[in-house]
């Protein structure tokens, strides 16, 4: 993992190896977030550098003691037909390697293609599902990002990889609905934000959206644990601020765009929890009669879970129900349906 620097590697093994009793929740999935890797490599991550700093001594460096000059790291080479002939006849002469451990080898260079332009693809991926463009601050429009999904997608099917190909097959079942959160803006919009009652100019509204648009993004990648953008959010929030400078009205109508845009559907690790809980109950359900007993079993579903009382968390003690202000009777959900207890 290139990208990773040593002061990267040594923060992820401090957070990784704190006892899971001691570690804050979902610090892990943060890690992955921020750096850019998966769950797994962050756990490998962690137990690698316990092993190097427990292994013998004289493997180890002693503090303050002199060091040769290290060479630069070499530069990422792309892979190619021509370099893969190249490694062939490296790994053949003077290598002496035999034919099983070339195709291992082969295969190994075949896969960090595969990686590159996955990763590629995958940093396309996650722009498709941006609702403010970063730069511009522009709120995007479903066509822009609907064509660039449809090319992510298009791209991601031709690798030759399993689990990269059942990801696309995956993100296809869902295209329709993954962009549906742009259009639910997009009507918030026009209906909650009368800019024009406030600001005649049509050039002034736009502009007026992108600035409080772009402040609200960067502030939410702050929040998300991106720091490198401080400074570019610390820009935004200037200009927001010299924009609505003594002007309340202005300062309300900012209030109500970023509470709009934060109302905006979209994952969260609240929905990645929701629905990794009801993945659990359908894996034992492979089909359901017709569409309608689907939605019954999905309404249950509902009633059940807005009635769990969260366990930990900042939510511990009480149910979706009660923070959400709904008193539906009881606390008991099978009461409601009418089976009270005997």
Not at 213 to 219: D, E, Q
Request: with cysteine; hydrophobic share 40%.
């Amino acid at each position: 993992m290139p990208h990773l620097s040593l002061a990267d590697l040594l923060f992820i093994a401090a957070l990784t190896n704190i006892p899971s009793a001691r570690r804050p929740w979902g610090a892990i999935t943060w890690l992955a977030d921020v750096f850019r890797i998966s769950r797994v490599s962050v756990y490998a991550v962690g137990k690698r550098v316990v092993e190097r700093l427990q292994g013998p001594a004289k493997d180890r460096l002693l503090a303050g003691a002199p060091q040769a000059p290290q060479p630069c790291p070499p530069q990422m080479l792309p892979v190619t037909p021509t370099r893969l002939a190249r490694t062939i006849l490296t790994a053949t002469f003077p290598g002496n390697v035999s034919i099983r451990p070339t195709k291992q080898l082969l295969q190994e260079a075949q896969l960090i293609a595969q990686h590159d332009t996955y990763a590629q693809w995958l940093g396309h991926l996650y722009d498709a599902f941006e609702l403010v463009d970063r730069r511009s601050g522009e709120i995007r429009e479903p066509e822009t990002n609907a064509w660039l999904l449809e090319q992510v997608l298009s791209a991601m099917e031709q690798i030759d990889q399993s689990r990269v190909r059942k990801f696309a097959k995956t993100l296809r079942n869902h295209q329709k609905q993954l962009l549906t959160f742009l259009d639910w803006a997009a009507l918030a919009m026009t209906v909650s934000t009368p800019t024009g009652q406030h600001i005649s100019s049509p050039r002034e509204q736009k502009l007026f959206v992108r600035t409080v648009a772009r402040c609200w993004l960067l502030r939410q990648a702050l929040i998300n644990g991106h720091q490198h953008w401080k400074a570019e959010a610390n820009q935004a929030k200037a200009a927001l601020l010299s924009t609505i400078a003594a002007d309340d009205k202005l300062a309300e109508l900012a209030t109500q765009l970023m509470q709009l845009l934060d109302a905006t559907g979209r994952t969260s690790s609240l929905v990645k929890n929701i629905n990794g809980i009801l993945k659990s109950f359908f894996y034992s359900r492979q089909s359901f009669r017709n569409l309608e007993t689907l939605q019954a079993y999905l309404n249950l579903f509902t009633l059940w879970h807005n009635m769990r009382v969260y366990e930990r968390g900042k939510r511990q003690g009480s149910n979706p129900y009660q923070l959400a202000d709904i008193d539906p009777g009881s606390d008991d959900w099978l009461a409601l349906l009418g089976y009270p207890p005997s």
